[in-house]
């Protein structure tokens, strides 16, 4: 019986041997497959991370590309705007002291109810020129405002001697209830 044992063993090696082979091989095989499908998923992942990365990349650049050209437009239009108010209130500022000359009317011919006023501009620049000796004030500021060769809104007249400040409180006051007749030099004072 051992005989048989040992020639049948003898007999089914080769087959147990290649059956071996053939299991090792499979394994190794499947192994193998495992890796390069786990490396395959990984260079899957890798490939969407950088996609993502990419888009997200793109996305942010589209987004300050776009607050940029929002943030050029509202400082154009907040230009414009500034631009058109200027010339705005340069148009009403004309209006104002075309307004102001018109309502000065005709210069005087000299006579003896007729004041000569000099007026005197912090540029050293001066203006002369004849008003009624009953005209306020208010007339002269209107004169030296329809000369625009100030650039400020709040200025005084001031006689030198004697010293006298025709402000707010005066200006219905004449020419002539003033003592600024039969002529008067004036300076402007601009006040801050």
């Given amino acids: 019986m051992l005989v048989i044992l040992h020639r049948v063993l003898e007999e089914s090696a080769p087959v147990l041997v290649s059956a071996r082979l053939d299991a090792e091989e499979r ?6 497959r495992e890796e390069q ?10 490939d969407q991370a950088r996609e993502r990365q990419r888009r997200e990349e793109q996305e942010r650049l589209e987004r300050e590309a776009a607050e940029a050209e929002k943030k050029r437009k509202e400082e154009e239009e907040a230009r414009e705007r500034a631009a058109r108010e200027a010339a705005e209130r340069e148009a009403a500022l004309a209006r104002l002291r075309q307004e102001k000359a018109m309502s000065l009317g005709a210069e005087p011919e000299k006579g003896p ?15 002369e020129r004849r008003f009624h000796s009953t005209a306020s004030i208010q007339t002269l500021y209107d004169y030296v405002d329809s000369l625009g060769c100030l650039e400020v809104d709040s200025y005084n007249l001031v006689s030198n001697f004697p010293r006298v400040v025709y402000g707010a409180d005066k200006l219905s006051m004449s020419l002539k209830e003033a003592g600024l007749h039969p002529q008067a030099s004036l300076f402007v004072d601009l006040t801050s």
Wanted: aromatic share 6%; proline share 3%; charged share 30%.
């Fill in 27 to 32: 394994r190794n095989n499947m192994r193998l």
């Fill in 37 to 46: 499908d786990a490396a395959y998923r990984a260079a899957l992942e890798a």
């Fill in 113 to 127: 109810n007729v004041t000569q006023v000099l007026v005197r501009f912090p540029t050293g620049e001066r203006k």
